[in-house]
């Protein structure tokens, strides 16, 4: 009889398990998952002003766009925006949205401006301490949209977005979503390389938004408004759903990975949509097509080319890493860079940029280059073969003086 009663509990604790199982399952299954997007500025806050173009109309274009993707392709994705019309909303209360609803993932999106009109291209930031000038910039102008606020020092506990001293906190941060948030930030800047918008990386700086957030998030910078070219693209319809499109694979990628992490049911593939980039609008609105995987114009790329053609003058290229697999050229290794080759020695892979015949060009490419890879050095080639810089140098004085 007792032991009866010990197989009877014994059975009944396997049933509780099995039961608690399945509506774990059930519950893994069919949780909403929430995503907050956010479109910078609004109303009396223009945010950045090119010639023509006004980064909140911007920020909005791009924000309906992604959210509309979204919606419609994730049935199990509830899509919040903190507007969807031209309204103002405070900094803190853009946070308060994200966190009210739960959120699981927060993007918010901003088009960036720079002094010169020379800066192009498209950055995600997460949170932390900005290692550059140029981040703090950003994040300084972002964050100064709370002196439109009468009663931003109470609010914001005495937060200065131009005191260099507010920023200090950053740094002693611990930020639990910090690696979802990389993640996310990594994913979207590898869609805009893919999709012809010149990739400036993943960065870190302080933005109010992403602090006062409880959930993994990013600050996105569409492009440059600063920049003519860039405005075009940005405040064209074209260019809106490409940069949107971007945005929404980098978003599937995530939650698919995310489905499988939280041993959710996915599909076999993420959901992705195919970017629509046409000739029109790369050339005519996109900076980075005009130029080579350094940033240096096509015409100084095919004046080298033309002097190539002599095989007795060697060939100077751009090394920046080496592996001892061979990577993709679109690897994130490269941040970003373009037309990337390789050569083999030594069971080694190494990568390269530039391919010259002229000192003066390579030296330039390699000053562009040290800008993400800081290790980066020129090499040298003969017909095909390596030889140093410095009898690279004495073939190319040899060579004029014969002439």
Not at 171 to 194: P, R, Y
Not at 209 to 219: N, R
């Amino acid at each position: 009889m007792k032991t009866q009663r010990i197989y009877l509990r014994i059975f009944s604790i396997f049933i509780l398990c099995v039961i608690s199982i399945s509506f774990s399952n059930i519950y893994a299954q069919k949780k909403i998952f929430t995503v907050v997007i956010d479109a910078g500025h609004g109303a009396h806050d223009s945010g950045a002003v090119g010639s023509f173009a006004k980064e909140k109309n911007i920020n909005l274009a791009v924000s309906l766009e992604l959210g509309k993707m979204i919606a419609e392709n994730f049935t199990d994705v509830a899509v919040v925006y903190t507007r969807k019309k031209d309204i103002f909303i405070p900094l803190q209360g853009r946070a308060d949205i994200a966190n009210s609803n739960n959120a699981d993932l927060f993007i918010s999106i901003h088009t960036n401006s720079n002094t010169s009109s020379k800066p192009y291209g498209a950055e995600t930031y997460t949170l932390g301490l900005a290692k550059t000038k140029a981040n703090t910039e950003v994040a300084r102008r972002e964050n100064s949209v709370i002196l439109l606020e009468s009663d931003y020092k109470t609010k914001y506990k005495g937060f200065d977005p131009h005191s260099v001293d507010s920023y200090i906190m950053f740094e002693f941060m611990q930020d639990k979503f910090i690696d979802q948030s990389i993640e996310f930030a990594s994913a979207v800047q590898q869609q805009f390389g893919k999709n012809h918008r010149y990739n400036r990386g993943v960065r870190q700086a302080g933005f109010w938004v992403l602090h006062a957030t409880a959930a993994p998030a990013v600050l996105i910078e569409l492009g440059f408004i600063s920049n003519r070219s860039e405005e075009q693209f940005l405040a064209s319809k074209a260019g809106q759903k490409q940069l949107a499109t971007s945005i929404y694979n980098a978003f599937a990628t995530y939650k698919y990975n995310f489905d499988k992490r939280s041993g959710i049911p996915t599909a076999k593939d993420p959901k992705l949509i195919e970017v629509k980039t046409d000739t029109l609008t790369a050339s005519k609105y996109n900076p980075d097509s005009a130029r080579n995987k350094s940033g240096i114009e096509n015409t100084k790329q095919q004046t080298a080319q033309k002097n190539t053609s002599n095989t007795n003058l060697p060939i100077f290229k751009v090394q920046i890493l080496a592996s001892r697999k061979k990577l993709s050229t679109d690897n994130a290794a490269f941040g970003g860079l373009k037309n990337v080759d390789y050569y083999e020695e030594n069971q080694w892979y190494k990568y390269t940029v530039g391919n010259t015949a002229d000192y003066a060009e390579i030296q330039e490419i390699h000053t562009q280059t040290t800008k993400k890879h800081f290790d980066a050095f020129i090499i040298a080639f003969i017909n095909g073969e390596k030889i140093s810089v410095i009898d690279a140098l004495k073939i190319i004085r040899d060579t004029k003086k014969q002439r």
